[in-house]
């Protein structure tokens, strides 16, 4: 069933668009049949190894080799980069639990339409990597989506979820109130507003003015659940931040961490768009690992959510924690925690590059997310130096880094549902459009978004929007996010990078055949 049109009017087709059914063929006639095999079936616990209720197995020995190769020759300065960075996290973790969730920067959406964001959250953003946009679309509009998708799961009381037996996160991508979210201008231009902190050189090819849409999951967490107890992690693969065919291949080569393996964290720049092209973050097929570029990974809120009530939890340390990650593996403490006092334990001169290479990646299991605890990454203190999102309502949109460090509450405390519908940022990359065929080829289809769990998906739901549909649901900007229409390459105000990308999405995308 289409949402009432007094939450989200309907669009007319465009005159590039004379009909649905025209619009329809246009997609019928091709080849969506050229998606990789799809992942094995799967829900968001199979995305972490503590979710799944897994224990991390002993990796291959050709991982201690992979360490060793990565350090050769820079013993001295991968040493006195970490001492330096240990002092600096100390200083960090006071900053960061003195203010709490005050540390995270707000906007309001009109303050991002009317071209005003303050200089004070464009700093604290750049530092911290993490947001809230307010009032990004209206909070009778995100609410009429809540309604529209419990009604979608109504209808199809065989939607598949996790847990199964009391459903938390629903593995819904194609439901009408998702296909509109997504596409809906207001937090395009959201989008395109987080994607400007990026950068890159005219003639990369990249364009950080177009987003593209990536189909993910939602969540409707109910009052009590204990179940969805997401520790502390990092998306976007773990063991392929220090392979050399994963992030290893950013920045021609050099890799996207190349400053922090190369004995200087401090030149670290996380918001470099150039270096993340190429990268391959998902060796190992993993059931939720993530296969496209995303800047900011974020959730369009279809609730009110405070604190403890199954609420996002942050790291705001965006750098120092990045380097933190990418340095652990190589160092052990002389004396463990039991031998010496908390204090003691982690100070600088008690840690040592380690005697003999290990096989040992702190937190990283392959095919799963990169986690982390305080037993393995103590310099952290996660009990301090991870805070709540400030309070959030219906229509508010929260995001953070790719590099960010986030969890979710153990335990839902509140009295409501915290509900959030799961809305990355994607730039346009040849990468991207790549995935995009794809993941188009699994709308049409109603299959779960290629990087997660194969199976039937909704493409026997009643009420799935199709094809057909995709004209009332969106506007151009929504049709090309989702590789439904071409790029507009020949437009004047292109830099030589983007004119590149989009010819080669639009070519990807079959537009040019």
């Avoid at 969106?474 to 090309?480: H, K, L, S």
Wanted: proline content about 6%; hydrophobic content about 35%.
């Amino acid at each position: 069933m289409l949402l009432n049109a007094r939450l989200s009017s309907r669009i007319t087709p465009t005159k590039f668009i004379p009909s649905s059914l025209k619009f329809a063929k246009q997609f019928r006639s091709l080849s969506i049949a050229q998606a990789q095999v799809q992942k094995r079936a799967g829900d968001i616990s199979d995305a972490f190894t503590s979710l799944s209720g897994g224990k991390p197995t002993p990796l291959e020995p050709r991982f201690a080799h992979l360490k060793r190769r990565l350090i050769a020759r820079k013993e001295d300065a991968l040493f006195a980069s970490w001492t330096r960075l240990l002092k600096h996290l100390r200083e960090e973790v006071t900053v960061v639990a003195a203010l709490g969730s005050s540390i995270v920067p707000e906007i309001s959406y009109n303050d991002i339409k009317a071209g005003t964001p303050t200089q004070s959250f464009s700093e604290s953003y750049k530092q911290r990597g993490v947001c809230v946009i307010r009032g990004v679309i209206s909070q009778e509009e995100a609410l009429g989506y809540k309604i529209s998708i419990r009604e979608y799961i109504r209808r199809n009381p065989h939607t598949k979820a996790f847990p199964a037996g009391d459903p938390q996160v629903y593995e819904l991508y194609w439901s009408e109130a998702q296909l509109r979210a997504r596409a809906h201008p207001n937090l395009i231009n959201a989008q395109k507003f987080l994607m400007s902190y990026w950068h890159a050189g005219s003639d990369v090819p990249i364009s950080l003015e177009h987003p593209v849409s990536y189909a993910d999951r939602l969540r409707i967490r109910q009052p009590g659940d204990a179940s969805f107890a997401l520790g502390p992690h990092v998306d976007g693969g773990s063991l392929e931040r220090w392979e050399e065919s994963g992030y290893g291949l950013g920045g021609n080569g050099k890799g996207v961490y190349s400053s922090i393996l190369g004995g200087h964290w401090e030149n670290y720049d996380p918001w470099d768009a150039a270096v993340r092209l190429g990268v391959v973050s998902d060796l190992y097929a993993g059931v939720g690992a993530c296969g496209i570029l995303r800047t900011a990974q974020g959730w369009l809120s279809m609730s009110d959510v405070s604190a403890g009530e199954g609420h996002l939890l942050v790291n705001p340390m965006l750098r120092a924690a990045t380097a933190y990650i990418l340095l652990r593996p190589f160092f052990e403490a002389k004396r463990s925690v039991d031998q010496v006092s908390a204090e003691d334990y982690l100070q600088p001169e008690n840690w040592m590059l380690e005697t003999e290479a290990t096989t040992q990646f702190q937190g990283a299991t392959p095919g799963h997310g990169q986690e982390l605890n305080a037993v393995l990454h103590p310099h952290l203190e996660l009990d301090k130096s991870m805070v709540h999102m400030p309070i959030v309502n219906p229509g508010d949109y929260v995001a953070w880094h790719c590099d960010t460090i986030h969890a979710v509450d153990k335990t839902h405390n509140g009295s409501s549902d915290s509900s959030v519908l799961y809305i990355p940022v994607c730039p346009l990359t040849e990468d991207n459009a790549i995935f995009l065929r794809r993941q188009r080829g699994t709308f049409l289809k109603g299959e779960p978004s290629p990087d997660f769990g194969g199976g039937e998906g909704e493409s026997n739901h009643e009420g799935r929007p199709t094809i057909e549909d995709v004209p009332s649901l969106m506007n151009e900007d929504g049709m090309r996010a989702m590789g439904l229409k071409e790029w507009d390459s020949a437009a004047t105000d292109l830099s030589p990078g983007q004119r590149f990308v989009m010819d080669r999405a639009n070519k990807e995308l079959e537009f040019c055949i």
